[in-house]
């Protein structure tokens, strides 16, 4: 979709190396946008993820209207808007 600087879980939990990566190419200037399935395992996921992303850098979650959505049914479109229109 042309949106930089993007990683894919392929899951719900965010390892102890994943966080490490993320805290190496960030500071407390970056920002994170957490978008997970909603479902229960999404949520919890996103809860999860965002305590123990917050102490280093600003973690927005987006939550999702409808249960059951997935970011991969995001329209080009939708995913730059929620993205604040940067690539």
Sequence with gaps: CGVKRVV???GSTLSVAQVELIRKHTDSRSQVIVMLDEDDA???G???IVQ???PWLFVKAHIFEQAGQQPENLT????HNLCGGAP
Excluded: I
Aim: glycine share 6%; charged share 45%.
């Design 42 to 44: 999404g949520r919890a």
């Design 46 to 48: 996103r809860e999860d």
């Design 52 to 54: 123990r992303l917050a």
């Design 8 to 10: 894919a879980l392929m």
């Design 76 to 79: 080009p479109e939708e995913l």
